[in-house]
């Protein structure tokens, strides 16, 4: 069964450091997401992305942050300067064409920012 | 703004025994419906989902879920749980156009053998 994969599987930065955490989405997949989930915390959603541009984000989703689709498979969430509230579990999740289909979820990239 | 809301936190059952999960969720529209199940170590997985049609929506390995749109909820259920399905469950909502999920805060779920 095809899979989302994520990387790395944890990082870890000092803070006001960039972080690039990268996504492989289901290959035939059109609409590509990222939620984080601080600690203890519920599972937030940050952005969704179709067509080469972002189709909605949350107001967590900040200047700091950015994501892009720099080929046809891979999908980066880019955190400029890391702040100690960015440490997270980043999930990347894609769905196909019909709003019916489910989405799916990578593994997830802890971010600790030291 | 949708919200969503699972008041269970921690669940602790024994094998065999029934369980039920609440999740309500708050949203002024149509919503679609989903249970997401996390176990220990792996990824978020679906268990199933609700569009339109039977408000009883039958999922993987034995999970059901009741949408009850008069009392805004989406329960869980499953008539006898096992030790494999120790794990955390999730409710979540999107809209119509099927975009961004809102989860609930998740229930932690420990069966005993």
């Known amino acids: 069964e095809p899979e989302v994969t994520q990387t790395p599987s944890h990082q870890v930065t000092q803070m006001g450091q960039e972080v690039i955490l990268r996504c492989v989405p289901i290959?035939?997949?059109?609409?590509f997401y990222w939620y984080r989930q601080i600690l203890g915390q519920k599972v937030e959603f940050l952005v969704s992305?179709?067509?080469?541009?972002?189709?909605?984000k949350s107001e967590i989703f900040d200047d700091q942050f950015s994501v892009e689709r720099p080929d046809g498979s891979n999908f980066t969430l880019k955190i400029r300067s890391t702040k100690l509230e960015d440490s997270a579990m980043y999930f990347c999740?894609?769905?196909?064409?019909?709003?019916?289909?489910?989405?799916?979820f990578g593994p997830g990239t802890r971010l600790t920012v030291l | 703004a949708q919200s969503v809301s699972q008041h269970n936190h921690h669940v602790i059952l024994s094998e065999a025994a029934s369980l039920e999960l609440g999740c309500n969720y708050s949203?002024?529209?149509?919503?679609?419906l989903f249970w997401y199940v996390q176990y220990p170590g792996q990824h978020l997985q679906l268990l199933l989902k609700?569009?339109?049609?039977?408000?009883l929506v039958k999922g993987i390995k034995g999970f059901e879920a009741e949408f009850i749109k008069s009392k805004f909820s989406f329960n869980l259920r499953k008539p006898s749980v096992q030790w494999s399905d120790t794990a955390e469950y999730f409710c979540?909502?999107?809209?119509?156009?099927?975009?961004?999920?809102?989860f609930g805060g998740g229930t932690r779920l420990m069966v005993k053998p």
């Open positions: 999740a894609s769905r196909g064409q019909d709003y019916t289909d489910t989405q799916y």
């Open positions: 290959s035939n997949h059109l609409y």
């Open positions: 992305f179709y067509n080469n541009e972002i189709s909605e």
């Open positions: 949203y002024g529209g149509t919503v679609n």
């Open positions: 609700y569009f339109s049609g039977d408000p």
């Open positions: 979540a909502v999107n809209d119509d156009a099927g975009n961004m999920l809102t």
